[in-house]
C-alpha cells in the first residue's frame, strides 16, 4: 500500500518565480495537510484542503494557495517566491476517522529559492 | 492558541544507555500528543500518540511516552538506544482528534547515538 507521495523531491527556483509542488494521499485518506519546515525547525501548518475545499489555513500570507482534486491530491502553488520560502515542504494526509492513527507525512519536497 | 517546548535541541548519548527527550506543552483546552522521528532526508514517521486512556503509551522501536496533565508533560523515553535511533525528534499536539486536525510542532530535538 502506497504511503504519501510527493513531487518533485527537490526543486531549485529562482526569487520572484511560481511553484507547483504535489502531493497524493494514502489510499483511503480525504484530508490532505501541507507543512513547511524550515532548517532546524519544527514543521509549521500551511493549510488543510478537504472536499476539495480550505478547510482550515495557519499563518502564511496569500502568496501560499492550494487546491483539492476529486481523487483527493493537491497542489501547494507559492506565488513570488522569497529567500525566506526555501524549505522543505511536506504533505500529510489523514482518514475520516481522524487522528486514530496519526497523520501519515510523505518525505516531502525541498525547495531552494536562489 | 496552543504551543510545545522541546526543552533540549541536542541530546548525545552512548549506545545501550537510556534516553529521555523532554516535551512540555501549553493549551487551554484538553490536547493529543505525538511523537513523530525523522530521519535525514525523509518525512516525519508517527512513534507513539496519546490520544485518551492510560498515561503511558507505548509505541515503536522500542520507545514510550507518559502523559502529565499536571504538569503539561509528555516526555519521550526509551531504555536503550541503539545506534539506529540517531535522528530528530519532534514533539507535536493538537487539540481536536477528528479529521481536521492540525498539529502545533516543537522545534525538535536531534539525539545522536554515539558507540
Known amino acids: 500500500d502506497a504511503g504519501v507521495t510527493q513531487s518533485p523531491t527537490h526543486l531549485i527556483k529562482t526569487r520572484g518565480q511560481q511553484v507547483t509542488l504535489r502531493c497524493s494521499p494514502k489510499?483511503?485518506?480525504?484530508?490532505v495537510s501541507w507543512y513547511q519546515q524550515a532548517l532546524g525547525q519544527g514543521p509549521q501548518f500551511i493549510f488543510q484542503y478537504y472536499e476539495e475545499e480550505e478547510r482550515q489555513r495557519g499563518n502564511f500570507p496569500d502568496r501560499f494557495s492550494g487546491h483539492q482534486f476529486p481523487n483527493y491530491s493537491s497542489e501547494l502553488n507559492v506565488n513570488a517566491l522569497l529567500l525566506g520560502d526555501s524549505a522543505l515542504y511536506l504533505c500529510?494526509?489523514?482518514?475520516?476517522?481522524?487522528?486514530?492513527?496519526?497523520?501519515?507525512f510523505g518525505s516531502g519536497t525541498r525547495l531552494t529559492v536562489v | 492558541a496552543q504551543s510545545v517546548t522541546q526543552l533540549d535541541s541536542q541530546v548525545p548519548v552512548f549506545e545501550e544507555a537510556p534516553v529521555e527527550l523532554r516535551c512540555n506543552y501549553s493549551s487551554s483546552v484538553s490536547v493529543y500528543l505525538f511523537w513523530y522521528v525523522q530521519y535525514p532526508n525523509q518525512g516525519l514517521q508517527l512513534l507513539l500518540k496519546y490520544l485518551s486512556g492510560s498515561t503511558l503509551v507505548k509505541g515503536i522501536n522500542g520507545f514510550e511516552a507518559e502523559f502529565n496533565k499536571s504538569q503539561t508533560s509528555f516526555h519521550l523515553r526509551k531504555p536503550s538506544v541503539h545506534i539506529s535511533d540517531t535522528a530528530e525528534y519532534f514533539c507535536?499536539?493538537?487539540?481536536?482528534?477528528?479529521?481536521?486536525?492540525?498539529?502545533?510542532f516543537g522545534k525538535g530535538t536531534l539525539l545522536t547515538v554515539n558507540p
Open positions: 500529510a494526509s489523514s482518514p475520516p476517522t481522524g487522528l486514530n492513527y496519526g497523520y501519515t
Open positions: 507535536a499536539v493538537s487539540i481536536s482528534g477528528g479529521s481536521n486536525s492540525k498539529l502545533t
Open positions: 489510499s483511503g485518506h480525504d484530508t
